[in-house]
């Protein structure tokens, strides 16, 4: 059974940083695109960046670009958000989450039929 | 960015009957768009991808259809299970965007 659970969250000051990590389950984490989607009242669902199965080619929204750094341990089964420079606009839930089909040559990903629980990022004074 | 509008926001309905979602794209996606149910609380489920291939373990009452800037998604008869959150998504471009969502609620 596919399974991936997301920690790491919590509360953290304006200008903190962050780390969340995926660890996923029941398949072979190489062989997939990966992604981080966020959601939150103000904002809805937001896709925060997307890493390809070996971690090639990576897309961040402009939102989080420059900030965030999405990395993945094939090895350890395990992706990974690093958060820095966080603003109170950056509070939500983090869903660590599967594409929907494995990686091949010359696909991008984008559908996520697997997601974590979520971990609940807040950031506030 | 492409913008997803969703339509209605609001779908009021018993169980039984039929529901019908629309997802309109600024511009076209081809068919890289899906559909996710969400409730609260909980995580989206996928239901269908790149238009109307259906996802793994979704009912058959629940179909898929459209191309370009113009999607549906129907469910022939609701089931209680089905009321919540729905969203479309495409993945035609960078970055990938959701719909604002139908809440699909009880009459």
């Known amino acids: 059974e596919v399974e991936l659970l997301e920690s790491g969250g919590g509360l953290v000051q304006p200008g903190g940083s962050l780390r969340l990590s995926c660890v996923a389950s029941g398949f072979s984490l190489s062989r997939y695109w990966m992604h981080w989607v966020r959601q939150s009242p103000r904002r809805g669902l937001e896709w925060v960046t997307r890493m390809k199965s070996d971690g090639s080619i990576v897309s961040y929204a402009d939102s989080v670009k420059g900030r965030f750094t999405v990395s993945r341990d094939n090895a350890k089964n395990t992706v990974y958000l690093q958060m820095n420079s966080l603003t109170v606009e950056d509070t939500a839930v983090y869903y660590c989450?599967?594409?929907?089909?494995?990686?091949?040559?010359?696909?991008?990903?984008?559908?996520?039929?697997?997601w974590g629980q979520g971990a609940l990022v807040i950031v506030s004074s | 960015e492409i913008v997803l509008t969703q339509s209605p926001v609001t779908l009021s309905l018993s169980p039984g009957e039929r529901a019908t979602l629309s997802c309109r794209a600024s511009?076209?996606?081809?068919?890289?768009l899906s559909w996710y149910h969400q409730k609260p609380g909980q995580p989206p489920r996928l239901l269908f991808y790149d238009a109307s291939n259906r996802a793994s373990a979704v009912p058959a009452r629940f179909s898929a259809s459209g191309s370009g800037t113009d999607f549906t998604l129907t469910i022939s008869s609701l089931e209680p299970e089905d009321f919540g959150f729905y969203y479309c998504q495409q993945r035609d471009k960078w970055p990938l965007t959701f719909g604002g969502g139908t809440k699909v609620e009880i009459k």
């Open positions: 511009q076209s996606v081809s068919i890289y």
């Open positions: 989450a599967r594409d929907v089909r494995s990686d091949t040559r010359n696909y991008f990903g984008g559908s996520s039929s697997h």
